[in-house]
């Protein structure tokens, strides 16, 4: 599902950065912000980075799945915090900056991705709102310590809720076929 829904995101907002700018090339990438070897993805110079830096389970729609005569765990519904990254180190800082505010503007533009608004996004997907989630300076360095690269301007999104279900059948249920009251037995 993941690797479904994000593309599709990068997607409309690359679609949007071209018409804004009149780019040919896409200036937004899904890729990691760093490789495991510590450096920057050559693909990623001058470029938006969007990158899936964390994820949290919505525990507030938990409820156990029962249709008919079968029993299923609930869906797992997921939170995504979503990075986006500005890494324009061929170009002036302010080119970083304008892209930054395009992106923030797409989504404040598009809060809420649903198959109906987004070509692409699959039929599964009820819909996704996104946010901005604020940091402080101490969990911001923690963020970019963790990922172990140097901060460069990015904004946090959340995208709630992608949902995850694989409908495997945990029991089966007889059906009721009849209803009755007990019989009572007498003492006589």
Known sequence: MLQHVLPVIVEELNNFLKRRFQE????VILSDLVK?????????????????VNMEQERTSLS??????VKTNPPVNLNLYVLFAAYFPETVYEESLKFLS???GFFQGKQVFTPQNTPGLSASVQKIAVEITNLTFHEQSNLWATLGAKYIPSVLLKM??????????LEEIPEITEVGTPKVHSGS
Do not use: H, W, Y
């Not at 040919?24 to 200036?27: H, L, N, P, Q, V």
């Not at 156990?64 to 005569?69: A, E, L, V, Y």
């Not at 709630?160 to 059948?169: G, N, P, S, V």
């Open 102 to 104: 395009s992106v923030i």
């Open 160 to 169: 709630r809720m992608i949902t995850i279900t694989e409908d495997m059948i």
């Open 24 to 27: 040919r090339e896409a200036k």
């Open 36 to 52: 495991q070897d510590g450096s920057v993805p050559a693909a990623g110079a001058n470029k938006i980075i969007c990158s899936l």
């Open 64 to 69: 156990f799945g029962q249709q008919n005569s």
